[in-house]
Nanobody, 112 residues
């Protein structure tokens, strides 16, 4: 059974940093693309691309195949980064393939 478990969310002040983790099991982690997706309050889902203007230069995505874990390092956080952050598994190694499994999400709140 594929399982994705996010952790690391919480309340942080503007300008602060957080590192989210997504521990995975039930599949061969190195063979699949992984992504982060977020949903701000009252808004739709947004794929977290490190190249998007909204997060460019502030967010970094990494993965540790030895630990089967995906990470999202978020720096210089802004109130508009407030959202539930989900990790998602893709159907193939390519991150343009469909997502077929999701975690339960972790809430990040950026507020003073």
């Amino acid at each position: 059974e594929v399982q994705l478990v996010e952790s690391g969310g919480g309340l942080v002040q503007p300008g602060g940093s957080l590192k989210l983790s997504c521990a995975t099991s039930g599949f061969t982690f190195s063979r699949y693309g992984m992504s982060w997706v977020r949903q701000a309050p009252g808004k739709g889902l947004e794929w977290v691309s490190i190249y998007a203007d909204s997060v460019k230069g502030r967010f970094t995505i990494s993965r540790d195949s030895a630990k089967n874990t995906l990470y999202l390092q978020m720096n210089s956080l802004k109130p508009e980064d407030t959202a539930v952050y989900y990790c998602a598994k893709h159907q193939s190694v390519n991150t343009w393939s469909a997502m077929d499994a999701w975690g339960q999400g972790t809430l990040v709140t950026v507020s003073s």
